[in-house]
């Protein structure tokens, strides 16, 4: 027998498609890998990442009850409509993230629990929602969208470096995954008419490394390998003729092509049409299964937004953020109202038995409960059912119990998307209850 010796996870490899092999004597291609026993009519689950910075008014940011009968504070009026959809964390926090106490060290590894450098050097963790595109995102055209409405901050503030407070998503330790800004090129990724892998034949695409791959295994294993890919190609025919009768069976996104204009060039001046120009785009991502992941920064931490579309233009964000004024209520009431539209749009949007909200996981929170920097629980409110697995319309407190990593959280959360890891940031255990 050949006595090569391959990745345990080994694919055929073309550009922009990488294809399974079958277990071949040579190597062990599937080894002990989990089965996933997902019918194929099945919507997937989507993930949705929210973030504001510097935190909510300190008296208006609380829920109680459960079901039609919860009650939710004024600063998340706006979800009143989602109470049975809606799960409200209270208690969760990031200890690494209280070690420097001020925002950039707060929210430079809110999304992955990890220790994060000082001195204006840039090291923190890779987040969850990219360790999710690193495996789940590979089914889609993008297998993330990271999104924002306001710049980097490049400087360093307190030793702690500010790009910590203009990202939450980092692709690796020290690289956080780039924003984009621009409502037309966010357009253009999830869109631009361009040859996809979709557009020819899997097997053409991989072909040069199927050729390479029979050169170096048994010849047992090359008559596998040729009846594998002559079943792939007869499946691939079936298929493009279900489609030309219009018979294709399973689940099929609900959009083919986006059902809006491409946006205009450059950032919008207003920053509510920013704000809502991006949510529609992150609706439209997800219904047309171009991503299954995104993650939307609406502004920073230590933000300088100002919100004259308000009537609040006289006070920065961050400053605004040191004090419960009214106008503070107006403004986290704003950042909610860009949540409840996406939540709306979203659970408009019927997929089989259930709705697009009903298959995702919308997580909205912000790196400090409030303001005066306190990180001891983190503000976290989640939307949607992540496709049956998420029970809404309740109140998990773990406010004064042991163990109560926010990585938790997000252990969980990946596995609703079949991404199980036995340790996740400073945490070794999912929630039991989410």
């Not at 997937?44 to 609380?62: D, I, Q, T, Y």
């Not at 049975?84 to 964390?89: H, R």
């Not at 001195?119 to 990219?130: A, N």
Request: aromatic fraction near 8%.
């Amino acid at each position: 027998m050949n006595t090569h010796h391959y990745s345990r996870r080994a694919f055929l490899r073309g550009t922009g498609v990488s294809m399974a092999l079958p277990w071949l004597e040579s190597f062990n291609v599937w080894g002990d890998e989990p089965k996933r026993n997902k019918p194929a009519s099945e919507a997937p689950v989507r993930l949705a990442v929210l973030f504001s910075g510097n935190g909510f008014h300190s008296k208006e940011w609380w829920a109680k009850g459960e079901g039609k009968a919860m009650e939710l504070g004024r600063v998340l009026a706006p979800l009143n409509d989602f109470r049975e959809k809606l799960l409200f964390v209270r208690g969760l926090y990031h200890e690494e993230a209280r070690k420097g106490n001020i925002h950039s060290s707060q929210t430079g590894n809110l999304l992955s629990g990890a220790p994060i450098a000082s001195g204006g050097e840039i090291r923190s963790g890779t987040s969850f929602d990219q360790m999710l595109a690193q495996t789940y995102g590979r089914s889609t055209k993008v297998p993330s969208l990271v999104l924002g409405c306001e710049r980097s901050n490049p400087s360093v503030h307190k030793n702690y470096s500010m790009l910590y407070s203009s990202h939450i998503s980092w692709s690796s330790p020290t690289t956080p995954t780039p924003l984009e800004l621009y409502p037309a090129l966010a357009f253009d990724r999830l869109f631009k008419d361009e040859v996809t892998p979709g557009d020819k034949s899997v097997l053409d695409a991989v072909l040069a490394d199927a050729q390479d791959l029979r050169r170096g295994i048994s010849s047992s294993d090359q008559r596998k390998l040729d009846e594998y890919l002559d079943s792939v190609r007869e499946v691939e025919k079936r298929i493009e003729n279900a489609g030309k009768r219009g018979e294709l069976q399973g689940w099929r996104p609900t959009l083919d092509k986006p059902n809006i204009k491409r946006p205009a060039d450059g950032i919008p001046q207003d920053i509510g049409e920013h704000m809502r120009i991006m949510c529609d785009l992150l609706v439209l991502g997800f219904q047309t299964d171009t991503t299954r992941i995104t993650t939307l920064k609406l502004n920073n931490d230590h933000s300088s937004l100002r919100f004259p579309n308000l009537g609040v233009d006289y006070m920065i964000h961050h400053l605004l953020s040191h004090s419960d004024t009214a106008d503070w209520l107006k403004v986290n009431q704003f950042f909610l109202q860009q949540v409840a539209y996406i939540a709306r749009k979203l659970d408009a949007i019927q997929e089989g038995p259930r709705t697009l909200l009903d298959n995702t996981m919308l997580m909205y929170c912000s790196s400090m409960l409030t303001g005066n920097h306190d990180a001891s629980q983190l503000p976290v409110v989640m939307l949607g059912g992540a496709g049956g697995r998420i029970k809404g319309g309740r109140v998990l407190d773990y406010k004064g119990k042991p163990e109560r990593q926010m990585c938790r959280l997000y252990l969980s959360m990946m596995d609703k998307m079949n991404v199980r890891l036995p340790k996740f940031g400073d945490a070794a255990k999912a929630l039991e209850e989410v």
